[in-house]
């Protein structure tokens, strides 16, 4: 069997991107000194492709992809005919920008040309342009370099960025001859959907840094993937630097149900309190609103427990496939997350419930399978196929689900996970002293947690947490791995009290604790790399 290292090259989404790259930051190495090797290997790589009169029109803005191409503009002009233009008004948001827009300017010549399209006036010696001027200039090149946007774009492009980039299109279309390579991804891309948030442009390169993203599968023919120095050590690891490029912010003016609201759906006469551990996990995350389903005969216990969550009856001693179209309707309309699983109980009726509610849901909202939700899919995957759920099974629980032997070997457990995570269109959550999270392109390995989180319940609370953070986070891959992240810091936490005696809800009393206290690393940090503290390594200044 192929090792789990072999088998795959990394396809990462924008926030494990970013992750690393402050991974690489906190080690020293400075965004200034990637900026310049992320214009450097651009250079590198595409000059095979021009020839010494190549003609070329670099198209930057100002963001930091705009601050890449600075850094290939500057290498370029010693040897080609080269015409830099600025999208909008010619300055740049980040330190490390800056630095090269101002080292651009101090030393710019008087056969330069640096145009500005959409400035009113000439700044900093680029000349402003019309829109007719810009059209001459693309159809008078031979190569158009796109650094406009790069992989931090999520959302549509605007006016009168949208009509740049229609002509665009428009004469690359017509003119077949001009080739358009693309810095780090093409503008107008969304990196982890493949979505286009502009018009749609089709480049002849496309040359990447450091690892392949997912919008660019559909682009890999075209693709090259360059180094640039940014370190991979937690590539595979939950680690803080990813709660600091994926967890949410929240907005000051948000009010009730803008924050998650989640639908969880368990519970039984033997399991009164998984569904109840579940809601108070997700609530310490954060969530707005935490509903649960339970059963009637036993809602005037888990009413009981507390009066922070809200509680939905469904007739009868147990959940079945009768309710489903109630507990559809309610979760598609009211919720953004719904949890499903824990403390069900092991009935045929429980299972006919989530065969039927899980394939259906699944095509509107994000669903998590935890404990009798994953064991109701045995002998009927073919429903769990490409639902996109996220599952949070311990080994005997895959085993039973999967209906297979489960690799014993760490590797090879890896590439198994891998397998079928890929193969079932789902992500997997193994719990287990090494935590495992899988979506069938990516695995990730959590080393957080404490022995005596064994204790019954802990397994709830994960679910919960975990559907908590996928209400914040758009990636369930991501989700995932955060949430198995903090649960195992609270479980560390609990146990610095308790040790191995800690109780489930002494975890879910930590939850809090521990989201704040990385919110408040995070901010530093990011405080931090604004200021330009870590531009005072940059081997360049």
Known sequence: MESSTDMFNPVLYREEIQSLEYLTYSTGVSPQQLMENAGTAFVNEITPELNPKSRITIIVSKGNNGGDGLVAYTKLKANYDITLVFLGKPEMKS????????????????????????????????????????????????????????????????????????????????????????????????????????????????????????????????????????????????????????????????????????????????????????????????????????????????????????????????????????????????????AVGMGLSNNEDGYKFVRAFVPEVSKKMKVLLDADAVRAFRDNLKLLKDTGAVITPHKSELRYLLNEPIPDDFEELKTFLLNKAKELGIIIVLKGRVDLITDGTQIYENHTGHPGMTVGGTGDVLAGLIAACMAFIKERLLAAVIGTYIMGLAGEKAAEIYGNGLLATDVVERIAVIILSLEKQRDGFIGELNSGHFNQHSSTS
């Open 95 to 338: 330190n490390e920008a800056k630095y090269f827009f101002s080292s651009l300017i101090k030393n710019t010549t008087s056969t330069d040309k640096l145009y500005t399209l959409g400035s009113l006036e000439s700044v900093d010696k680029f000349k402003p342009i019309e829109l007719s001027e810009f059209e001459e200039i693309i159809r008078n090149s031979d190569i158009v370099i796109d650094a406009i946007f790069g992989i931090n774009l999520k959302s549509e492009i605007r006016k009168p960025l949208f009509n740049y980039f229609k002509l665009l299109k428009s004469v690359l279309t017509e003119e077949s001859s001009i080739k358009l390579f693309c810095l780090d991804v093409p503008s107008g891309l969304d990196v982890n959907t493949g979505i286009w948030h502009g018009p749609e442009i089709s480049p002849d390169l496309i040359v990447t840094f450091q690892f392949m993203k997912r919008g660019l599968v559909k682009f890999q023919d075209q693709t090259k993937v360059v180094k640039i120095g940014v370190l991979d050590e937690t590539l595979h690891l939950s680690s803080k630097y990813l709660f600091y490029s994926s967890w949410y912010h929240r907005g000051l003016e948000s009010h009730k149900g803008n924050n998650g609201r989640i639908l969880i759906i368990g519970g039984s006469e033997e399991f009164t309190g998984a569904p109840v551990l579940s809601s108070r996990s997700a609530l310490r995350a954060g969530v707005d609103t935490a509903r649960i389903v339970i059963p009637q005969s036993i809602r005037q216990i888990v009413s009981s427990f507390s009066e922070d969550f809200l509680v939905f009856q469904v007739r009868g001693n147990h959940h079945g496939p009768k309710n489903k179209k109630l507990l559809r309707d309610l979760a598609i309309r009211r919720h953004d997350v719904v």
